[in-house]
């Protein structure tokens, strides 16, 4: 019996796998269950076994992508105790971490928000609350009002953060043509960035002064 959960397991890790690669390259509407069964070794008929319908696997793997992405990040933007610097430095680094080993996430999600924001928002885990109460929130506007910015919605900060640290990898195809940069030098273009960033975000804010 423990041969048979163990060969079970492997199969639908392995199928989850190969969804979650083909996913990212074709989106939902591009990607055929066969797809995923050619690409996993396997017959139509155990993915179905395993998993149903294509639109129930893509629940599966879309919920864990997000989970993977936003578990961290939210039990950060909550934290009362850590400093916002402290969080500047973690937010892009963890957003460039977990890009790093799945460069097409990106666009992925975004097309999910882009067909269905309330159904991403509820797969994220993404709590009903004021952007208001959140303390990364009201230690960024706390910080711009020292830095004499007080007047501008501390939200442009956040989504600034987020965006130096995404966009290169949702143009990393078109970034590595015009630079001719190898994965190498694209991989060492991000880690200038993972310092960068939170140095440009923090200027703006006068953190370092």
């Known amino acids: 019996m423990e041969k048979v959960i ?14 979650f690669k083909i996913f990212q390259q074709k989106g939902f509407a591009g990607t055929r269950t066969r797809d995923i069964a050619e690409e996993a070794g396997i017959n139509l008929a155990l ?7 294509k639109e129930k696997l893509f629940g599966i793997v879309m919920e864990e992508s997000l ?14 105790s850590t400093s916002l610097s402290e ?5 892009a680094g963890l957003y460039i971490d ?3 080993e799945n460069p097409n996430l990106p666009l992925f999600i975004l097309g999910e928000i882009q067909s269905n924001p309330e159904k991403f928002k509820k797969q994220a885990g993404i709590p009903d609350i004021a952007i208001q109460e959140i303390a990364l ?22 989504i600034n953060l987020i965006s130096m640290t995404i966009f290169p990898f949702a143009a990393r195809p078109m970034i590595k043509v015009l630079t001719k ?9 991000i880690e200038e960035r993972r310092k ?14």
């Open 181 to 189: 940069w190898d994965d190498e030098g694209f991989d060492q273009f």
């Open 87 to 91: 969080k500047i430095d973690k937010i």
């Open 47 to 53: 993915l179905n076994y395993y998993y149903r319908s």
């Open 6 to 19: 163990n060969k079970d397991i492997s199969t639908e890790e392995k199928i989850k796998a190969t969804a």
């Open 67 to 80: 989970g993977q992405l936003f578990t961290q990040l939210q039990r950060l933007i909550f934290e009362e």
């Open 137 to 158: 929130i009201r230690q960024t506007k706390e910080q711009m009002k020292i830095a004499g910015i007080e007047n501008t919605d501390p939200f442009h900060i956040i």
């Open 196 to 209: 960068l960033i939170p140095a440009w975000i923090k200027s703006i804010l006068k953190l370092n002064e």
């Open 98 to 100: 977990l890009l790093k």
